[in-house]
């Protein structure tokens, strides 16, 4: 398949919720068969970190997986379209990303998986969605626009970048930026260092325990989900929700806090038509870490960073744009 044309380095793009809804759900289930493959070869991690995708110039990846005494990574490349399966052994497959079901997807990955000698047994079913079909048996979900693929990871490529940089402000525990294939959201999180209340847990098709595990400390989460509001929507919520969080005032105009979803939510046009895009979700992030570390009473002094505390001695190191 012929490469994407190449698009503005700093281009927020437009792409509405409802004009991709049986392509972002197709991908969804496939993203969870990716991550899940991952979930069933790294060692557990704080917080499920080890099952996550991240996003990269051409996509979303798993990272460096281990394998025995090989490692691997399996790629999203959604510039050119296709699926990169790549072994430490110098073996490699590629799946071609297209409109096909579901079904058809993970025969393929499985295959593949097969054929370079990696063992792998998952959970074939998806998580966090309901109904959930076995991967091997949903035939229903079979779209893919790869124009509107593109402009998904072109959204996701933004978020990551002004997310790295909220990141960078904190020196406490803190995780990656990272994507999460449960509820096909990307992610970064800040906790206070003290465990938190047990978690109920309730999601759909997911172990109470797992979301135990999830939400043992105290946090304050932020992240991008593509399908709320007309073209997705940034999020803010603390766990456990102090008393004062959703009164407290969070920049930009647009930004408000949702009692239905319990946390803040920012449309993300309100971000991409915005004079500076990426001062504008700052200043959504900021606050809402605000909100919850001011009233939730977290050592800030201790937790926070200035990120360019060591210009003065960088002075000399090229800076690109300087």
Known sequence: MAEQSKQPAQSWPSLRVDDWTATRETLHMWTQIVGKIRMAHAPLLNHW????????PRGLTTSTVPCGNRVFDIEFDFCQHNLQIRVSDGSARQIDLEPKSVATFYQQVMQALDELGIDCRIQAGPNEVDPAVPFAEDTGHASYDAEAVHLFWRQLVQADRVLHEFRSHFSGKVSPVHFFWGAMDLACTRFS?????????????????VMV?????????FGFWPGGGDEGAFYAYAYPEPD??????VRPNAAFYSSENGQFLLPYEAVRTANDPDRTLLDFLHDSYQAAAMHGGWDRSTLEADPSRWNHRRSNIAVPGS
């Open 193 to 209: 260092g003290r465990s938190a209340p047990t978690h109920p847990g309730g999601a759909p098709n997911c172990g109470d325990w």
């Open 244 to 249: 004062g969080f959703a009164e407290h005032p």
């Open 213 to 221: 595990e999830g939400y043992s400390h105290e946090l304050s989460s």
């Open 49 to 56: 970190w080890q099952v996550t995708l991240y996003v990269t």
